[in-house]
């Protein structure tokens, strides 16, 4: 396969999408300003492929080696030119991701679809950054990005139906279905997820109940394969705190306002499973 693939941003999202793209063959570009986020990235990713066995039943048909070497990392934008898809997985903030629209539209190919990973900002808002506005599309993958075989695509306001048949197709290619939704901040998921993971941060901080309880009673009464703390640390708090405040602002509805506690454990440096501590211990 010789299409290229451009992915922007190597953190918990960007590490399992850069994963999913190497083993469906692609030959793979990492951009991320940080050096030591990429060298992490490419450990992660090599730990993945040695768990994927434990964790799906199915062993990669791949050494993790052979995979790695389809994956290139640079701080360069630049190495992006040469891409025909490109997923952008930069941090949940308009700045950051603004900043990185100006620098894809300069850089890379008009023909190039960018694909906006992000929890809740308008694909509208981001597509209104480039010259090409038709080619940007939504892809809100799950996290984590191997495992989960659902997509949600999101049609932005110009996306064309050519750029939604590729995106699907693309990510058929990677073994995912996908779902398309219409622009709204926060799609279908986390408009409503956010909520439920927001009250339960609320809960444990009046202490109606314990972490591990609330945890327990979501699994146990509805089947939820994670508890909403869980999935907050698994996500990442940080992330959870930028969403809720996106979701905030875009519905100008206070049911969004994040809950105190979550600021704080922000401010704390408790972002979860990717800084060791949350809810949870992960050490
Ligand atoms: N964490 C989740 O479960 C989840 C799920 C779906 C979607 N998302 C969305 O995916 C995006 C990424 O989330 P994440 O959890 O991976 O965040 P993260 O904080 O783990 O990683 C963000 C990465 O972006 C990099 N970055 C920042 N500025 C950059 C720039 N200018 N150029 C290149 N790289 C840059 C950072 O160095 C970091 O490695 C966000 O928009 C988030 O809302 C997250």
């Not at 941090?91 to 008009?110: D, F, G, M, P, R």
Request: a negative charge; hydrophobic letters at 40%.
């Amino acid at each position: 396969m010789e299409q290229r693939i451009g992915v922007v941003g190597s953190g918990v999202m960007g590490s399992g999408v850069a994963q999913v793209f190497a083993q469906g063959g692609y030959d793979t570009v990492v951009v991320d300003v940080s050096e030591e986020q990429m060298r992490r990235t490419r450990e992660k990713i090599r730990e993945s492929l040695r768990f994927q066995k434990m964790m799906t039943g199915v062993a990669p048909l791949e050494r993790a080696e052979t995979v790695l070497d389809r994956i290139h990392f640079t701080q360069e934008i630049e190495a992006l030119a040469a891409c025909s898809f490109v997923v952008e997985n930069v941090t949940e903030s308009w700045e950051i991701k603004q900043a990185v629209y100006e620098q894809l539209n300069k850089v890379c190919a008009k023909d190039c679809i960018l694909g906006v990973n992000t929890s809740a900002i308008s694909i509208t808002r981001v597509a209104a950054l480039v010259e090409r506005p038709e080619r940007v599309v939504g892809i809100h993958f799950m996290n984590p990005v191997p495992l989960k075989p659902m997509v949600e695509v999101i049609k932005g306001y110009h996306t064309t139906p050519e750029t939604l048949h590729i995106t699907q197709e693309m990510l058929g290619t990677l073994g995912k279905q996908s779902v398309v939704v219409e622009d709204s901040v926060g799609f279908v998921t986390n408009r409503a997820m956010m909520i439920f993971v927001n009250e339960a941060i609320f809960m444990v901080q009046e202490q109606v109940a314990s972490p591990e309880d609330i945890d327990i009673l979501f699994k146990q009464c509805f089947g939820h394969k994670m508890g909403p703390l869980q999935t907050a640390d698994l996500i990442g708090l940080d992330t959870i705190l930028k969403s809720l405040d996106v979701l905030y602002e875009g519905y100008n509805d206070s049911k969004y306002r994040p809950c105190p506690l979550l600021k704080k454990m922000v401010d704390a440096g408790l972002h979860g499973m990717k800084s060791g501590q949350g809810f949870y211990s992960y050490n």
